[in-house]
């Protein structure tokens, strides 16, 4: 479960149920409901109804936030989105992550694991340029049984200034591919003020709220036209909305996708744009997290515009496409894991 990329347990969920009258009226008398969790769900942005999947029943909706199932049902008493299910209201996963990080008590799974891949973000430069290996494992499993998914795609260092020292593919589908990589980071910054807007001007919509950046349903950051105007952002839709910017403004742009690497790699997506004969990778989305949990030192905003951070795995793909495409006659879904299998951090 990553916090840059959509959770699988929406794929692994339950299936769509037909809307129904919203629950709670039946949940158990609620306790009061702290402030914190009130502030965080008057700032919620809820996933849209044409999105909406009850998957999580309130026992495991107050594991994930960090908090007991009392507050759950007050949460959802006061306009928390659920539906009716057999044994009780049943939340969407996105909602109850997006709540975690609105409502800011530290504990829950989606703060938790934020702070974990933000630790990047800590220290001095060099530590984000120096080179670094890394001997990573991919899969890319089908989560529909006896589908055994595809042949995980070779990761593309090189397109960042590093290395891909060797690599060894996965012998069919569902198996693994091990590869050595370099990266290394590279220092840059925008010389004109059009590209420094790109990167500012989302800064700035994330940091005031406008845009809310959270976990998105996989059919909503599909659609990052529609996700932008509801103003619901991950690095997914943040890389679109930085692109559109871009070519607004009349520069070439790119999206890009790849991983941030760590004991697990996590999912991520940037906008990439040409100014005089070079690319510029800008990255307002962690720059935004990495304040958003004080890890950083304010030199990081400034390395996101422009720099290349020596933890990033690019794939040779926009943000968009899929890094796996899989056409499933089981209607799975299948998801790219990245995990490191020794050292290298
Ligand atoms: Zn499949």
């Known amino acids: 479960m990553t916090p840059l990329s959509p959770p699988t347990a929406e794929a692994a969920g339950a299936p769509a149920r037909a809307a129904s009258a ?125 589908c055994p998914g595809e042949v995980p795609p070779v ?63 996989d059919r909503l950051r599909a659609d990052p036209a529609r996700a932008a105007e509801l103003r619901m952002v991950d690095c997914q839709v943040a890389a679109w909305i930085m692109a559109r910017d871009a070519r607004g403004a009349g520069l070439a742009a790119r999206t890009r996708k790849g991983y941030v690497l760590g004991m697990v790699g996590v999912e991520h997506a940037w906008t990439e744009v040409l100014e005089d004969g070079r690319w510029l990778v800008l990255d307002p989305v962690l720059a935004f997290l990495a304040r958003r949990h004080r890890a950083s030192n304010p030199e990081f905003t400034d390395f996101c515009r422009g720099s290349v951070h020596n933890r990033l795995l690019a794939w040779p793909a926009a943000s968009e496409e899929p890094v796996v495409a899989h056409d499933c006659d089981r209607g799975g879904r299948c998801a790219l894991s990245c995990n490191q299998v020794l050292g290298g951090a």
């Not at 609105?102 to 990047?120: D, H, N, T």
């Not at 590279?186 to 059009?194: G, I, K, M, V, Y």
Request: charged content about 25%; overall charge negative.
């Open 155 to 217: 990761p593309a260092p090189d397109l960042l200034g590093g290395t891909l020292v060797d690599v060894r593919p996965a012998a069919g589908p569902g198996g693994e591919t091990t590869a050595t990589v370099v990266t290394r980071g590279t220092a840059a910054e925008p010389r004109t003020e059009a590209v420094r807007a790109v990167y500012d001007g989302l800064l700035a919509a994330l940091d005031d709220g406008s845009h809310q950046f959270g976990w998105l349903p």
């Open 22 to 146: 919203p629950a709670g009226t039946r949940a158990p008398a609620p306790g009061a409901l702290p402030d914190a969790w009130r502030d965080g769900l008057a700032r919620l942005r809820k996933v849209p109804g044409e999105f909406f999947r009850g998957t999580l029943g309130v026992d495991e909706a107050a594991r994930q936030l960090g908090t007991d199932a009392g507050t759950v049902a007050a949460l959802v008493e006061a306009g928390l989105p659920a539906e009716r299910g057999e044994d009780g209201p049943l939340l969407d996963y996105h909602d109850v992550a997006n709540l975690g990080l609105a409502a800011r008590q530290g504990r829950s799974l989606a703060e938790l694991a934020e702070a974990r891949m933000l630790r990047m973000a800590a220290g001095p430069r060099e530590g984000w340029l120096k080179e670094r290996t890394w001997h990573v494992r991919l899969a890319a499993p089908c989560d529909a049984p006896g």
